[in-house]
């Protein structure tokens, strides 16, 4: 089992940038395939980002594309996700989650994929 706690949520202009950071506890955090989602007010969560647990591969949705990074520091156990050039369409709350890789390479998209869930950080991004 493992324990996921989000911190770096806030208050942004739109353009502006944050870093979002994910703790994990527990298991071998490195085992792990990490990933973030997001849910806004009235809508279902949805994929943001996923990375493997070696960190060689990643994959985004098209609508954070180029603007948003996700990273891992296995060491510290813990996974980023940088949020560049923010719209206010990107505010919701966002959640990491983790689920046991069986590859260095393997990564999941969905929801359903994943075991374990943060608490969720809110991310407020005004125009």
């Known amino acids: 089992q493992v324990q996921l706690v989000e911190s770096g949520g806030g208050l942004v202009q739109a353009g502006g940038s944050l870093r979002l950071s994910c703790a994990a506890s527990g298991r071998t955090f490195s085992r792990y395939i990490m990933g973030w989602f997001r849910q806004a007010p009235g809508k279902e969560r949805e994929f943001v980002a996923a990375?493997?647990?070696?960190?060689?591969?990643?994959y985004y949705a098209d609508s954070v594309k180029g603007r948003f990074t996700i990273s891992r520091d296995n060491a510290k156990n813990t996974v980023y996700l940088q949020m560049s050039s923010l719209k206010p369409e990107d505010t919701a709350v966002y959640y990491c989650?983790?689920?046991?890789?069986?590859?260095?390479?393997?990564?999941?998209?969905?929801?359903?994929?994943?075991?374990?869930w943060g608490q969720g950080t809110q991310v407020t991004v005004s125009s």
């Open positions: 990375i493997s647990w070696s960190g060689g591969n990643t």
């Open positions: 989650a983790a689920e046991p890789a069986y590859s260095g390479s393997a990564l999941y998209t969905g929801a359903n994929d994943y075991e374990y």
